[in-house]
């Protein structure tokens, strides 16, 4: 039988004995409490061992979050989270709900990279087997979910991944270029050409730095919408929010992005911002790009 609700509290601690503990355990009892209820609520269809279930979320929760527990439950998106669980766990009809939530975010994502149905299906197999079987060498990639934004975004991002290495893998095996990984745009332009020698290296580290800078969330929008192509209305539907509410973060976010890209490359190169803007223009004003081309040959995945 599993752990009684009074001892879940118990049982998140014990399974993180390295990490700081809260001041007040039953204020941790009585979230951790109202997180199951909320997980084992959000999938009526699937049948959930009340008994069990609660410590397997529990467990999962106590393995991906941080040091500040509290702050970490309070925004952690803990439905998607159960769900993920349950397919680990080959809780009958799991896989079936979760392509039903993830399945359009992956077609969108994939077809970004290019939209033949062979991909789409070999993408879809091998994504599969990484998330939820692993291999002898990584364990299934569902259990690094942390829960910080929608599953179906993360898993989005999974799948951009997977298409990208298998055309990358078919240029290599063409003997072709599989695409240019640099940061600055390539084009036939004297004022870029100028832009790409003076500024590239501190271009780049400054997008980068940027960029692991920002909140989760917003990392995660920025990949969702430059590399995986999705629209501001598929994304809105992942986080279940207005259209005008994702365009405004996302928005937010590539101003921090450009901000602080611009403060990064002028104090190490030592010039104004004004000097700068007015010999970056047409650089700055491809920021997406910019972003686009690190995020996609990023190996993080901090984003979950």
């Not at 290599?172 to 332009?189: E, F, K």
């Not at 271009?203 to 692991?212: K, N, S, W």
């Not at 430059?226 to 101003?255: D, F, P």
Request: aromatic share 4%; hydrophobic share 45%; net charge neutral.
């Amino acid at each position: 039988m599993g752990p009684t609700r009074s001892s879940l509290a118990a049982l998140f601690l014990g399974a993180r004995p390295d990490r700081p503990e809260p001041a007040d355990t039953a204020a941790l009892e009585a979230q951790l409490v109202a997180l199951v209820d909320k997980a084992l609520a959000a999938w009526p269809e699937l049948p959930l061992d009340r008994e069990r279930f609660p410590a397997r979320v529990v467990s999962q929760l106590a393995a991906v979050l941080g040091d500040d527990a509290a702050a970490d439950l309070a925004s952690v998106y803990v439905e998607d989270l159960a769900l993920g669980v349950a397919c680990i766990d080959k809780v009958p009809g799991s896989l079936t709900t979760l392509d039903r939530i993830c399945g359009p975010a992956i077609t969108t994502a994939v077809a970004r990279v290019d939209r033949s149905p062979e991909l789409r299906d070999e993408v879809r197999q091998i994504l599969w087997q990484r998330l939820f079987v692993g291999t002898p060498e990584q364990r299934p990639r569902i259990l690094s979910y942390a829960g910080r934004g929608p599953l179906a975004g993360w898993v989005a991002v999974a799948a951009q991944r997977v298409a990208l290495d298998l055309r990358r893998e078919a240029a290599r095996t063409a003997a072709s270029d599989p695409g240019a990984d640099q940061v600055l745009p390539s084009d036939d332009h004297p004022e870029i050409d100028y832009l790409r020698t003076k500024y590239k290296a501190e271009f780049e580290v400054a997008v980068r730095q940027a960029l692991t800078a920002l909140p989760d969330r917003d990392r995660l929008l920025l990949r969702l919408s430059t590399v995986s192509g999705l629209t501001h209305e598929q994304i809105a539907t992942i986080y279940k929010v207005n259209q005008s509410t994702v365009t405004r973060w996302i928005r937010n976010a590539r101003a921090e992005v450009l901000r602080a890209t611009e403060h990064a490359v002028c104090e190490k190169l030592g010039v104004q911002p004004a000097e700068f803007r007015s010999l970056a223009g047409l650089l700055l004003s491809r920021i997406d790009l910019s972003i686009s081309h690190v995020l996609a040959t990023s190996s993080s995945s901090s984003d979950s």
